[in-house]
């Protein structure tokens, strides 16, 4: 495709998705009715000991929250050594939000680790306020592979899109939706300022879920616009009265007011929900594959090495986040014990159809015209890329 087609696709399919999704939210049909009981207030995950080595590394089923109770695993297989090539190739890849949050650190490792280098690729990352913006940005040509989370993707795809899912940094939820102290349900939501980066967002559909429960739709909220390092900040200072914070930022937000409430631990509420995915166009599948393959080699490596390697992990982590050393090693427990990070290709059919079904439920994707697994994923590259990283994990029930 044409830089120019392809930034005029981009301008379209923005314009396209972002006014379907207004109108859903302001002035469209009401969401399908609750499925599912109204969010109780919940306590805090509770952190749990740092990882010392595999076989020490606890489990949860893969509906279980982060912070599930451990128990006994197979000792991962080790991952084979990246080999060097006499080539190489560059990439940009867009990350989806500024600073990125923990769920969101592999390429970052990888990048920090040297496995880009090891695999002959030179990456550029850019990062951007959101999913959203990162795979407007990989449409118009700008960037190679993009991180977003499901929402833009499967959106993206119902106009026509042409892109795919080609891994995924984590394929489960481990976020909250946080509140004030004198919101106690979610139907005390209503009439109440609710944070968002735009509609059709990650965070805004995280929203919309729990409106669901109490039989609300935005239109009984109002949403304010703040940028993802503004999410702790505009709700400890009330500019907001909710918003849905990774959990790095829940430690962050409850360290500096320890009356936040966790309105909802979305891993319970909507516990199959596939979350994110790297995603890339068909062109770029087809012209670049081998720099896709070698980026997804490098950082399924560095997703392995996050389990394997927690003080260097944490060490990247504080440098890349911004977050202190506690509240990184709070999220640091949470993270690994959910097995949130993938270690695999992370695209489970049975995922990706539930969290579809889940969006129609909740007006993000038109029911009559849902995208198929065969639309969404590619798998050729990422089953090389384990391939070539020694083989898949197994023996452990959070292994994706």
Request: hydrophobic letters at 45%.
């Amino acid at each position: 495709m044409r830089p120019l087609a392809a930034s005029r696709l981009a301008r379209r399919l923005g314009a396209l998705v972002a006014l379907s999704l207004f109108a859903a939210a302001c002035g469209g049909a009401a969401p399908a009715a609750p499925t599912v009981a109204p969010a109780k207030p919940t306590e805090a995950p509770k952190p749990a000991a740092p990882v010392a080595s595999p076989a020490a590394l606890p489990a949860a089923s893969p509906a279980a929250s982060p912070a599930a109770s451990p128990v006994a695993m197979a000792t991962p297989m080790a991952p084979k050594p990246a080999v060097n090539p006499p080539d190489r190739m560059k990439l940009v890849f867009g990350g989806a939000v500024t600073p990125p949050s923990m769920v969101h650190l592999p390429p970052y490792i990888a990048n920090a680790m040297g496995f880009f280098d090891e695999v002959g690729l030179e990456v550029e990352i850019k990062s951007f306020e959101g999913g959203v913006g990162a795979l407007r940005g990989g449409i118009s040509g700008g960037l190679d592979v993009v991180a977003t989370s499901s929402d833009p993707l499967f959106a993206a795809i119902q106009q026509t899109a042409p892109v795919k899912a080609i891994g995924t940094y984590a394929p489960k939820l481990s976020v909250v939706l946080t509140t004030g102290p004198d919101i106690k349900t979610a139907r005390d939501l209503k009439g109440r300022k609710i944070g968002i980066q735009e509609v059709g967002g990650f965070n805004e559909v995280m929203a919309r879920l729990v409106l669901q429960t109490a039989g609300l739709t935005p239109n009984d909220v109002e949403y304010i616009t703040i940028s993802t390092a503004n999410r702790v900040p505009a709700l400890v200072n009330g500019q907001v009265d909710a918003t849905t914070l990774h959990i790095d930022q829940y430690y962050a937000a409850t360290g500096a007011k320890s009356d936040l409430v966790n309105l909802a631990q979305m891993w319970e509420l909507v516990p199959n929900w596939w979350y994110s995915a790297f995603v890339a166009t068909e062109d770029n599948i087809k012209n670049k594959r081998e720099a896709l393959t070698r980026f997804m080699t490098a950082v399924i490596k560095a997703q392995r090495f996050m389990y394997l390697n927690p003080t260097e992990t944490k060490r990247i982590a504080v440098d890349e986040t911004k977050r202190k050393p506690e509240e990184v090693d709070k999220a640091y427990a949470d993270l690994v014990k959910g097995g949130i990070w993938s270690v695999n290709d992370g695209m489970p059919r049975d995922l990706i159809l539930y969290t579809i079904d889940k969006e129609a439920e909740v007006g993000i994707v038109k029911p009559e015209s849902k995208p198929t697994y065969e639309q969404i994923v590619e798998r050729s590259i990422v089953e090389e890329a384990i391939r070539r990283n020694g083989g898949p994990w197994s023996g452990d029930p959070r292994w994706y």
